[in-house]
């Protein structure tokens, strides 16, 4: 049977309040990439997320960011990359001390693509995620899209895991439309359950200007903080299993 990773990005508490329905997403989700303190979430939210994972089978994967609650991750950082290493490091600390059993490392935000262009950032994380293999006494893999991450996390021993978004528009080179831009964002939940089943099942997703975009993701992203997300993972969830695509996470 074929299978495939269903993600959500939750724990993402700001001033105590959630930014998504996290207790109905963890009924859905295979892997929950929890926010650690760098954009959102705090040591109670944590827990809370660790919990709500065990109760529902659901496999952790920590979501480090760039050091910027006040703007939720999402803008870019100049950051050397021996401070990124520490703070990094410093969030997955956070979420272990959280009851946490690791799975998997997802940047966040303005991270994730950082890391995609940035081998300098790329290398700190890829060393900060080294690091905690290491005194887990296992490999943690890396989740991410193609760029220096993947290299960096091959340099440093680690398994790079690809992964493709659901409710996110492509380019025909297989960049993200960025946010604010129009077609950045789906909305409609047949849309992006239509787009999970062609990506689990053909491997490609379609671009704004119609492009086929080529994809070997083994993960599927829906965000947590997306109008509608809810809907989104029922329906995508309904129609992978509906193609014969069982959910479940590879770590």
Not at 104 to 120: E, M, Q
Not at 225 to 247: F, I, Q
Request: proline share 3%; net charge negative; glycine share 10%.
């Amino acid at each position: 049977m074929r299978t495939i990773d269903l993600n959500a990005d939750l724990g993402e508490t700001v001033e105590g309040v959630p930014t998504a329905d996290d207790a109905a997403l963890f009924a859905v989700v295979s892997s929950a990439s929890v926010a650690c303190g760098g954009h959102a979430g705090d040591a109670v939210s944590m827990r809370a997320a660790v919990a709500a994972a065990a109760a529902g089978a659901v496999a952790v994967g920590a979501h480090p960011s760039f050091a910027d609650p006040a703007n939720f991750g999402r803008v870019h950082m100049s950051v050397d990359p021996a401070l990124l290493r520490a703070q990094v490091t410093a969030q997955l600390a956070a979420l272990a001390a959280a009851g946490a059993d690791i799975r998997y490392v997802k940047p966040h935000g303005a991270l994730y693509h950082a890391v995609s262009a940035d081998a300098g950032a790329a290398r700190a994380v890829a060393a900060s995620v080294a690091d905690l293999s290491s005194r887990l006494g296992r490999s943690v893999p890396v989740l991410g899209l193609e760029g220096e991450i993947a290299a960096a996390a091959t340099d440093a021993g680690l398994r790079f895991v690809r992964e493709a978004f659901l409710d996110r528009g492509y380019r025909a080179d297989g960049t993200l439309v960025a946010r604010g831009e129009h077609g950045a964002l789906l909305h409609d939940a047949h849309e992006v359950a239509d787009r999970a089943v062609r990506l689990a099942v053909e491997g490609v997703v379609v671009a704004v200007g119609g492009e086929l975009v080529r994809s070997d993701a083994a993960s599927l992203c829906v965000h947590g903080d997306s109008p509608g997300a809810v809907a989104m993972a029922r329906a995508v969830r309904a129609a992978l299993e509906a193609e014969g695509v069982a959910v479940r996470a590879p770590w």
